[in-house]
């Protein structure tokens, strides 16, 4: 019967090792120990033995089924361990693997016409302001010396929002009315860049919005000519656009700049050529300029016998269109993602 044990132990050891999935083991455990097993047959025929006999081939028979038990117990273990690792195998997501998933975002190109601007602004030492978009009227037209009832007011298809007594307020027209609220907060020496969004009541068209943007340039300080006016535009624009292109300016008429002036640059498509986005000049119109109505330092606090200064205002859009060649100012502001995203 002993020999019998150590067969049963050594077959059953290598048996349960043998197994390669968990109902293997479950069947070969209940084979090897259960009920029907040869092990319980034996041990019923303990009894038949001498005692001696018994008590050795018991203690033996013992030590067979807590062998073979602990061969199942430690093939468990192994056997899980591998099912929970194919199982996590089988429910691991590949993160890494971008197919035509969610993309990043970007910023607006207006957005970063802006950033652009100011950057380039920022280098020339100037600081950037902001203000309102809903202005008085005094702000947008009056302290920038257009007098009631101008007609340069009606130059700008004004909105105007009720807000009742007692200013009357509108939608800013320009980013000007900004210029006053830097020189009422500020002593000169005064360098600023102003951005901002501006309205006018227009019918969108492939070259106007009712909503578009400016940025706005304001120098005060002492002894400030026309010729620093020139210098800046011209430094800026190369910084901006290249070495390439140059700027001139034109007479012109604003109330709150004398003289007044309107700027050009070198057309960036055919770079002074002459094409069709240029209508064959080579140049390009950008914006107004001039140097500040000594009415205008007086209403933003400004002693003009002491201070003198210039500025300077452009519609920022346009530079979005001829830096990437779009041809409809609308597209820029419809939303669709399928545009957006090629910038
Ligand atoms: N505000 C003017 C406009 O929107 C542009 C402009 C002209 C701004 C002359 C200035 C300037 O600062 O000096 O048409």
Not at 157 to 168: K, N, Q, R
Request: glycine share 10%; aromatic share 8%.
């Amino acid at each position: 019967m002993i020999e019998q044990l150590e067969h049963l132990e050594r077959d059953g050891v290598e048996a349960v090792a043998a197994t390669t999935d968990l109902d293997e083991l479950r069947a070969r455990e209940s084979e090897l120990l259960g009920k029907k097993s040869q092990l319980t047959t034996l041990k019923s025929g303990l009894g038949r033995l001498e005692p001696d006999e018994r008590r050795d081939a018991g203690a033996r028979l013992n030590e067979c089924r807590r062998q073979i038990e602990a061969a199942v117990s430690a093939r468990r273990s192994e056997l899980e361990a591998e099912a929970r690792l194919e199982r996590l195998e089988a429910e691991r997501l590949d993160l890494t693997e971008v197919i035509d998933g969610p993309r990043l975002g970007h910023l607006h190109l207006v957005t970063q016409a802006h950033d652009q601007l100011e950057d380039t602004f920022v280098g020339m030492g100037f600081t950037v302001a902001e203000g309102p978009e809903i202005e008085t009227e005094w702000y947008n037209f009056g302290a920038l010396n257009f007098p009631p009832g101008h007609p340069a007011r009606a130059m700008y298809d004004t909105l105007y929002v009720d807000y009742g007594d007692p200013e009357s307020t509108l939608l800013r027209t320009h980013t000007s009315p900004v210029q006053m609220r830097v020189m009422e907060q500020n002593e000169p020496p005064i360098y600023v860049v102003c951005p901002g969004r501006v309205f006018r009541s227009d019918t969108p068209d492939a070259s106007h919005m009712p909503v578009f943007h400016q940025i706005e340039g304001l120098v005060v300080d002492r002894g400030i000519t026309m010729a620093d006016l020139a210098g800046t535009l011209d430094e800026f624009t190369a910084a901006y656009f290249g070495r390439d292109i140059h700027t001139r300016l034109r007479p012109s008429y604003f109330p709150f700049t004398e003289p007044s002036a309107e700027f050009d640059i070198t057309c960036v498509i055919c770079e002074g050529e002459g094409c069709r986005t240029c209508g064959r000049t080579g140049w390009i119109e950008l914006g107004g300029c001039g140097m500040v109505h000594p009415n205008v330092l007086r209403n933003g606090g400004i002693d003009p016998e002491i201070y003198t200064g210039f500025a300077f205002g452009f519609g920022t859009d346009r530079l979005s269109l001829m830096r990437y060649g779009i041809s409809d100012l609308r597209d820029m502001f419809s939303n669709d993602i399928r545009f957006l995203r090629q910038f």
